[in-house]
């Protein structure tokens, strides 16, 4: 890197708009100077982040803890395991990613040669949420570096010991010019999102999916969006109904059910819903105890407004006829709400439009099929639906009639801990994709490249003489 080396600051809850300025400036010359970055160069620099993250497991797990009593083997499978592997994965297959792609030649370009071409798009900026800080900022810094792209980092205000450890270890590793972490809350952001970045890679809820959107607009910039939303899951009456529910519970409370591809709701077949019940909240029990607050495995609700938000939501369902089948406690202190079962949920309770994003579990009975699928096509397409069933008919149908992100069968979330799929949502939930060789394609252009070698294009010149016109409609009729 032969910018020099500046070093910059920024305030947390108070933004530096101009050092925000100077850093965006110097990531602009380092930009132009990374397109010609090789791929060691980059896996030097992914090598360099991968180092700061396995040498400081400790301070991650404190600030985890800190921020809302995450466990520690929490932090190793949801924060530092999918960053690592993501860094390995980046390590390993970069130089065969960034290979031009050659391309055969089509009846009217007879004679090029032709090759797709994979450029950084520039500098670019990560805004993340809290509910996973440090795996979903640093794992799109990964693909950003892989791809030659310098970036800036928004982590969110509300997980501020993560943030500001983030923003520690980048300084320690990194010039500002290459990867800068800026703090701060909703100012940070737009003092960000009004700068003509060339990639904005945004994690977060549709609602400000939307305003990062049309702030991208102003500047034409191109947009990853991973949002979030109402992720259902069907349990029919041939799954096993054990199995389900072990799952179902791991997935849901797992992070205090803060996870984007959480399930949202269920749906379970009249036949089994009785049962379902029941062994789910077995489950419950073998994963916290009867007593789940005194559990050292199960974290708290990440500040006070959404621990009001979650309640509220329950007190809602509840006043509305909502039974509440298991847990239900909560300490407004400790910010501590029990994994809970809610039955017998009217469809237009709060707690069935909006994202819980909570240890609340709403189960639905259903009879029909159709009608399953004809209320989640009636609502926005999920980032995540899950489906739980040994019948392969009714995994083809589910299949074929709804819209999604991803889907486990027979399984929840682990569709993100897979390095070889995409991960991303559809419209509502989301635009574009992330992780591995998706995630590099995020962060660079696909520049098409001809070239010339003896291709008989010019006959296609005017004049129109006779000859020329029965050429043209030769290749016509056999255009392809
Ligand atoms: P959020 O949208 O409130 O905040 C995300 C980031 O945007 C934060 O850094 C925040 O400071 C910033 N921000 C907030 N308001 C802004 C505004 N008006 N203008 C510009 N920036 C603004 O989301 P959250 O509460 O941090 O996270 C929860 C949401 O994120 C849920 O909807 C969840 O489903 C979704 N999520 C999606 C994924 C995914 O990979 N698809 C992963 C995790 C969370």
């Known amino acids: 890197m032969s ?56 301070r991650i797990y404190q600030a985890a803890y800190a921020d809302f009593r995450k466990p520690e083997t929490e932090v190793d499978i949801s924060e530092i395991m999918p960053v690592v592997a993501e860094a390995r994965k980046n ?55 892989g791809a030659g792209c310098p970036a800036i980092i928004k982590p969110s205000e509300m997980t501020p010991n993560m943030s500001a450890l983030m923003r520690e270890l980048i300084e320690s590793a990194f010039d500002p010019s290459e990867v800068a972490v800026i703090e701060g809350d909703v100012r940070a952001s737009q003092a960000l999102l009004s700068l003509p970045f060339d990639h904005i890679f945004f994690t977060g809820s549709p609602a400000v999916g939307k305003i990062v959107m049309k702030a991208a607009a102003e500047h034409l910039t191109s947009v990853t969006l991973e949002l979030g939303g109402k992720s259902p899951v069907i349990v029919d009456q041939t799954a096993n109904v054990k199995r389900a529910a072990e799952s179902i519970a791991w997935g849901k409370f797992c992070n205090n059910g803060q996870t984007c591809i959480a399930p949202d709701y269920l749906y379970v077949h009249e036949s089994v819903h009785d049962e379902f019940v029941a062994a789910a909240a077995k489950q419950i029990n073998t994963f ?49 709400i029990a994994p809970t079962l809610l039955t017998n949920v009217p469809k237009d309770a709060r707690i069935m439009q909006e994202e819980i994003f909570g240890p609340l579990l709403p189960i639905l009975t259903y009879r029909s099929l159709d009608d399953v699928l004809e209320h989640i096509n009636a609502n926005e397409k999920p980032l995540a639906l899950y489906l739980f069933t040994k019948d392969k008919g009714t995994m083809q149908r589910v299949m074929s009639t709804t819209s999604a992100g991803s889907t486990g069968i027979n399984t929840n979330m682990v569709q993100y801990l897979h390095g070889n799929l995409p991960f991303g949502g559809v419209n509502n939930s989301g635009i574009g994709n992330a992780h591995g060789h998706w995630g590099f394609k995020a962060f660079s252009h696909e520049r098409s490249v001809v070239q010339d070698k003896f291709s008989m294009t010019k006959i296609f010149n005017p004049p129109y003489t006779d000859f020329v016109k029965k050429m043209v409609k030769l290749t016509v009729n056999h255009a392809a």
């Open 91 to 145: 390590i390993k297959k970069l130089k065969r990613w960034m290979k031009p792609m050659r391309v055969r030649p089509t009846a009217t370009t007879l004679g090029t040669k032709a090759w797709v071409q994979h450029e950084p798009r520039g500098v670019s900026l990560i805004i993340s949420p809290w509910n996973y800080p440090l795996n979903l900022s640093f794992m799109p810094l990964v693909s950003a570096l």
């Open 3 to 58: 910018t020099p080396a500046e070093k910059f600051t920024s305030r947390d809850t108070d933004p530096d708009i101009s050092a925000i300025d100077s850093i965006f400036q110097a990531q602009q010359r380092t930009a132009l100077e990374w397109r010609r970055s090789t791929a060691a160069e980059r896996i030097s620099r992914i090598k360099r982040l991968l180092a700061l993250v396995q040498d400081n497991s400790e």
């Open 288 to 336: 916290y105890g009867d007593n789940p607050e005194a559990s050292a495995d199960y974290c708290r609700i990440v500040n006070e407004r959404h621990h009001d938000r979650i309640h509220g939501l329950m007190q809602d369902a509840v006043n509305q006829g909502a039974r509440l089948a298991h847990g239900g406690q909560s300490n407004d202190d400790e910010r501590f």
